[in-house]
Structure formats: C-alpha cells, structure tokens
C-alpha cells in the first residue's frame, strides 16, 4: 500500500521557526561579510574536543561554514515538505498520516533551527577566535549542540512511537 500524500498545514510556531531558520542563514553570511576584511590571512578551521584551534587555512574559508549550513537548511527545508517519504517506526495509514506527517515535520524543523544557530555560533566563534578576542570554541558548545539533537530526535521518536 502506498502512504497518502496529504500537505501539512504550518502552525505559527512552524512558520516561526522556518523564519528564524533562514534568518540564522542570512546572518551567518553577514557576519562573516562583515568580518571578512579585518581577519588574518590564517584563521582556525578546526578545534579540539575541548576548543581549542588544531587546524587553520585561509581566511577565505570562513565561507564554507555558511555554505555548508546554508545547504543544510535547504536541505532539511525541502525535504520537510515530503513527509511521506521519512522513515516512520509504525505503518502509515490514512487514519495516522495526519498525526505522523505533523510530527515527524515538526521534528525536522526543529532539527533545523538547531543545525542553523549551531552553525551561526561556529561562525561566530570562529571569527573571535581569529580575531584573537578568545581562545577556541566554549567549552560547553559541543555538549549543549548533541543534547538538544539527540534531545529532539528521541523526542520525534517518541511522539511517533505513540498512539500505535
């Protein structure tokens, strides 16, 4: 049996987070636009498990953490609009669909929202290491960025576990 085909309906906190989203993308190429012109011609591209700078290029690499999470967003974006298509840990039915296709898109935006400011921070972060304002990535940051993924995926999962 093929799953229906049905269109999600965004809720407002959706459509907030979908603007907050590609908010966090247009800033990211700001900031790093903005800065461009006062880094050094060598800046950090890799750091440590605790923070600290172990690898640096370019200051034209700078770039790549906004493409990369700009295509990461589009990415997340577009496929959300195809939750037929995601991988569900129960049958999808006309009568689940709904409640399944709701979920799992809430789910993914949320993800994308917090790939987004992760990758908004890491220009940030990165731009004050180069500038010497600080020395590496906040402790913290790594610990804080899997709790709330793994965080949202567990909680994805349960919501879709639910009501078998």
């Known amino acids: ?9 965004r809720s ?19 900031i790093a636009a903005k800065s461009f012109g006062q880094l050094p011609d060598q800046i950090p591209i890799h750091f440590k498990f605790d923070g600290t700078p172990d690898g640096f290029s370019s200051k034209n690499s700078i ?4 493409i990369i999470g700009l295509f990461s967003f589009l990415l997340l974006f577009f496929l959300n609009k195809k939750p037929h298509i995601f991988n569900y840990p129960q049958k ?11 979920d799992a898109t809430k789910m ?3 993800l994308n929202i917090s790939i987004s400011l992760m990758f908004l921070f890491l220009v940030h972060q990165t731009i004050q290491t180069a500038l010497g304002r600080q020395s590496g990535l906040k402790p913290w940051f790594l610990s ?10 567990f909680w994805g999962l349960h919501k879709s576990m639910k009501n078998k």
């Open 144 to 153: 804080v960025f899997l709790i709330a993924i793994l965080g949202i995926s």
């Open 12 to 30: 407002g906190v959706d459509k907030a987070l979908d603007a907050m989203g590609f908010i966090s993308i247009v800033l990211m190429f700001f």
């Open 92 to 102: 999808v039915t006309e009568a689940n669909a709904q409640r399944l296709y709701t």
């Open 63 to 66: 770039w790549i953490l906004p």
């Open 1 to 9: 049996m093929k799953r229906p085909i049905i269109e999600i309906e």
């Open 108 to 110: 993914i935006r949320w």
